[in-house]
Each structure stands twice: as structure tokens, then as C-alpha cells.
């Protein structure tokens, strides 16, 4: 069985989650907490970060990146990168945007403020950085209105990695309550879409002990 070591708040986690149900690849998950610097976990993955994949065929692969482009090479279900150099330009492209721009100006920032400083009591969540990306994710939605009033999906025509990178972000500020659906109509019927297909469902039945999600997060329908 392959095995994906995954954290339920690490977006780059949760995109290789899907990524691996839409490819109809089974798995079993392994929760890794990447702050203890367990010595097993970083004998796998010196840079100590989920996800890492371990493959049935002993194969190892750490980093969400790493890991999609494994699939692509390996997998001969639709492609989630795009068929053309163009399509597979712009996928990656997004991919980038909601990796880095995206991580860094909202998911990190909320992730450390709302759940590391309160389970590993890092002190009082700063009301400012969070202000900040409540700021931020709006110029990020009206983004994605933006995409998807142009295109089927965001990258283009097709589902793609485009699409699991954005929704893995946000799903996980979503669990908080974070997520201002209700002024971006365009973005939430995007994500609805996402919501319903059979493998982003899973990541909807997470639950933290101590911290549950917002009322309307396992609901396909908001």
C-alpha cells in the first residue's frame, strides 16, 4: 500500500490527496506532525515537510511538486497538468500563485495565528496579520472570479492541478470560517464544483480534535 504522510493543515498535503484520488491511486494516510522533527520522518525527508509519498515500488517522493509531476509521468489517467506546453505553462503558473503568493499572504499567516500559536501555545494570535490576509483573500478570490468567468476551469477547459492547488488552500482557511463567501459569488460556485467531486470529499470529513470546522464546510451546497 502506498503510504502519504500528510498534516490536515498543510495545503500542499491536501492537494496531493486529491490528486492521488483522481488518479485512483489508493493510500493509506499517515498523520505527521512536521514541528516534532521526528527522527524517523526526517530520515525519509531531511527538510522535515509534508507531504511524502512512500510508493508501493519503494519509490520515495517528498514535496507536493515532486509529486505531481511523478503522477504525470507515471500514471496514464487524464493529465493534470494539460496535454499542450501552453496548457501545462499556465497550470504550473497557478500552481506557483497559490503555492507561494497565495501561501504566503494568507494561508500561513492564518494557520499560524489561528492553530500553531494555539495548540503549541506560541502566545496570543495577532489581530493585525490576521486583518492582513482577510485583506488579501479577497484580492485572491476576485482572482479566481476572475479565471472562472473566462474558463471552464481555472487553468483552462479541463480540471487540473490549477484547481486542486487553489482549493487545498482554501479549504484549509475555510475550516476556520475565514473564507468571505459570501461577496464572491463567481469563486464560491467554483469551489461548490470542487466541493462535489469524490476526491476532494475526503478532505471534508477532517476533523481536529479541539478545533471543529465552521458549520457550512462538510456542505457541498454551503
Not at 506532525?33 to 530520515?43: C, E, G, I, S
Not at 511538486?65 to 499556465?90: H, M, N, V, W
Not at 500552481?95 to 494561508?107: A, G, L, N, P
Not at 464560491?188 to 476526491?199: G, Q, V
Request: charged share 25%; hydrophobic share 40%; proline share 5%.
Amino acid at each position: 500500500m502506498n503510504k502519504l504522510y500528510h498534516y490536515w493543515f498543510s495545503p500542499f498535503s491536501r492537494a496531493i490527496r486529491v490528486a492521488l484520488a483522481e488518479k485512483a491511486i489508493e493510500f493509506e494516510l499517515v498523520l505527521e506532525m512536521p514541528w516534532t522533527r521526528r527522527r524517523d520522518f526526517l530520515a525519509l525527508n531531511p527538510a522535515g515537510t509534508v507531504p511524502v509519498l512512500l510508493c508501493e515500488d519503494e519509490v520515495k517522493l517528498c514535496g507536493s511538486y515532486a509529486i505531481q509531476e511523478y503522477l504525470q509521468d507515471t500514471q496514464t489517467t487524464e493529465s493534470l497538468l494539460g496535454d499542450t506546453p501552453a496548457e501545462r505553462a499556465e497550470t504550473r503558473r497557478l500552481i506557483e500563485w497559490f503555492d507561494i503568493k497565495f501561501y504566503t499572504e494568507v494561508t500561513d499567516i492564518l494557520i499560524i495565528e489561528k492553530v500553531m500559536k494555539r495548540f503549541l501555545k506560541l502566545g496570543v494570535p495577532e489581530a493585525a496579520n490576521i486583518r492582513c490576509a482577510g485583506i488579501n483573500i479577497k484580492q485572491h478570490l476576485k482572482y479566481i472570479e476572475y479565471l472562472a468567468e473566462r474558463r471552464n476551469w481555472l487553468a483552462g477547459d479541463r480540471f487540473s492541478y490549477a484547481d486542486i492547488a487553489a482549493a487545498s488552500h482554501l479549504s484549509c482557511i475555510d475550516y476556520l470560517g475565514d473564507v468571505p463567501w459570501e461577496d464572491f459569488q463567481g469563486a464560491k460556485d467554483w469551489y461548490a464544483r470542487i466541493k462535489s467531486r469524490p476526491s476532494f470529499q475526503p478532505l471534508l470529513k477532517d476533523l481536529i480534535a479541539g478545533l471543529p470546522p465552521v458549520s457550512h464546510y462538510k456542505n457541498l451546497d454551503f
